[in-house]
């Protein structure tokens, strides 16, 4: 009876020590991310912080020639994976992208001072790029 109850717990504790492991293997990895970060372009942002107040918060500064990167993330494989966007260190987004997803959004960047934009996924570097606009 001794032996049948050590069975049990043997097995019981055997079963809660791998359940973690079998749900973080069940996770995808995000490396399989496909990333493109595209080329600084110039926009005239000041008619929309005249319509939108607030916006000026995000795109600090004169407006009327603003340097923006455009990004685009993909994904084949399936489940869900997080991805970050930094620019000079500071979080711009964060989502999650599913398998045929896309995201593309843009990023400000800093006028005529060298910019860097890093995409990351679980804590792993997708792309990194420095960028130096001038609008």
């Not at 600084?40 to 000026?56: G, K």
């Not at 455009?70 to 494989?77: F, L, N, Q, V």
């Not at 593309?104 to 990194?128: F, R």
Request: hydrophobic residues 45%; aromatic residues 6%.
């Amino acid at each position: 009876m001794v032996g049948r109850r050590s069975l049990t717990l043997v097995l019981t504790a055997a079963a809660a020590l791998a359940a973690p492991t079998a749900t973080a293997s069940a996770e995808t990895p995000p490396g399989e991310l496909e990333v493109r970060l595209g080329e600084a372009t110039c926009h005239d942002l000041s008619p929309l912080t005249a319509t939108f107040p607030w916006l000026s918060t995000f795109f600090p500064g004169d407006l009327s020639a603003s340097p923006l990167v455009r990004y685009e993330i993909r994904r084949a494989a399936d489940g869900l994976a997080p991805f970050a966007v930094t620019v000079d260190g500071e979080r711009r987004a964060i989502g999650m992208v599913g398998r045929g997803g896309l995201v593309s959004a843009q990023v400000p960047l800093t006028n005529e001072k060298a910019t860097e934009v890093v995409v990351t996924s679980g804590g792993q570097v997708l792309a990194n790029r420095t960028y130096h606009a001038r609008c």
